[in-house]
């Protein structure tokens, strides 16, 4: 599984973004899929991610809402929506897939990795 992310960008504090993750088309409908942040020098923090199907999603509790993730199966792509963006939404976003389809919060349970895209909020 391939993964493409894009969509990212500088924007002032209260603006939106909205990122895209392109799959590949291979077994796509049957992975879970998430977004990941990381700001250099500290972890990988999750952000939000949604199982095969789509019904399932969970989102941190630092953008529960604010951001919406949402799947497209026919597509095949994951969105993540991002509205009243803070300055520590700043972080570099990656999208991820797992073999398994159900959902899960920890980046140790993803096989696949994006290669990320930049988010710059400034206040």
């Known amino acids: 599984v391939q993964l493409q992310a894009s969509g990212g960008g500088s924007v002032q504090a209260g603006d939106s973004l909205r990122l895209s993750c392109a799959v590949s088309e291979r077994l796509f409908k049957y992975v879970g899929l998430g977004w990941f942040r990381r700001v250099p020098g500290t972890e990988r923090e999750f952000v939000a991610a949604v199982d095969y199907s789509g019904r399932n999603t969970e989102y941190a509790d630092s953008v529960k809402g604010r951001f919406t993730l949402t799947r497209d199966n026919t597509k095949p792509m994951m969105y993540l929506q991002m509205d009243n963006l803070r300055p520590e939404d700043t972080a570099r976003y990656y999208c991820?897939?797992?073999?398994?389809?159900?959902?899960?919060?920890?980046?140790?349970?993803?096989?696949?990795w994006g290669q990320g895209t930049q988010v710059t909020v400034s206040s």
């Open positions: 991820a897939a797992r073999k398994n389809g159900v959902l899960k919060v920890v980046s140790v349970e993803y096989d696949y």
